[in-house]
């Protein structure tokens, strides 16, 4: 019996390592897609490493002017060098039931697509030098090939806390913080929690993915729909009848977040589980670029 155990036990390991190495596959792949059609986050600011050579500006100071490559040339050169102060970027996906559905097979649920954008972010974030960590977890921001392995398993096997929102954490000022999930929960927790990180200049992306039927509301007829969160049941009737009024419920709510985007600086974005993940990861890179470039003006 104890044999059986060992094996049933080995044959588990086997299953979970290859889930983990599969996400990880899937996460650096799509990763790799946008790394090639963006420059990372390099940035002008002190630091010794030389980024590139471009004309003086009249806003330039005279002293910044690099006299012995302004001597090949007609014009004026100034050095730059880039910004060496790798940025901390906290992630956090939402572990709350309703994250487990999808309304067809062909779909990945929102969890499993969730799980795929935080790997791949944090993939493409450490290429560019930054340092990353999981809102919550017990590891601060680090850098390296073993943090993906870790952020990954830490997704995969130990964050089934359910939790549709993240804890109100102090972090350090000028991080920055991506909230990826449904952001089904009360706008109004939501705000409270965002307005926390503003207070400190903590800016970020409150990351919203749905299934295309949470969307549209597609369904006929009669309906036996049964809450992921202990909503309970109902039968519904001419479902489509619904249509309009639950699509304007949504609309609001998402007014309600556009409005949190807004009052705090940070950004919303909108992804549905039919549409590739890397046109999502591009929108994701590029909001936490131009929410970093807010920080330093």
Do not use: C
């Amino acid at each position: 019996m104890d044999l059986e155990r060992a094996k049933r036990a080995e044959s588990e390991a086997e299953l979970l390592g290859e889930r983990l190495d599969a996400l990880i596959v899937h996460a650096e792949q799509v990763a790799l897609t946008i790394a090639q059609g963006v420059h990372g986050r390099r940035r002008v600011g002190p630091g010794e490493t030389f980024w590139q050579y471009r004309p003086f500006d009249e806003r330039d100071n005279a002293r910044d002017v690099d006299w012995r490559r302004s001597a090949r040339s007609d014009a004026l050169f100034v050095r730059d060098t880039e910004w060496e102060a790798a940025q901390s970027v906290w992630l956090w996906r939402d572990s709350s039931p309703s994250m487990d559905f999808a309304s067809d097979r062909r779909l990945s649920t929102k969890g499993e697509r969730a799980d795929l954008l935080t790997i791949a972010l944090a993939a493409l974030l450490l290429r560019g030098g930054e340092r990353v960590a999981l809102l919550g977890g017990e590891n601060r921001p680090a850098s390296g090939r073993g943090v993906l392995t870790r952020l990954a398993s830490h997704l995969l096997f130990e964050a089934e806390d359910g939790r549709s929102l993240p804890d109100a954490i102090n972090l350090p000022r000028h991080s920055q913080v991506v909230l990826i999930g449904d952001m089904l929960a009360d706008p109004e927790e939501l705000r409270h929690r965002i307005a926390a990180y503003a207070a400190r200049n903590v800016r970020g992306v409150m990351f919203q993915i749905l299934d295309p039927a949470e969307e549209s509301l597609p369904y006929r007829g009669r309906i036996h729909f049964k809450g992921m969160e202990g909503e309970g049941e109902e039968l519904l009737n001419r479902v489509e009848s619904l249509r309009p009024s639950y699509q304007a419920r949504l609309e609001a709510h998402r007014d309600a977040l556009r409005q949190i985007a807004r009052l705090t600086g940070w950004t919303y974005l909108i992804h549905v589980t039919d549409k590739p993940p890397e046109h999502a990861l591009l929108s994701l890179f590029e909001a936490l670029e131009h929410g970093q470039q807010r920080m330093r003006r």
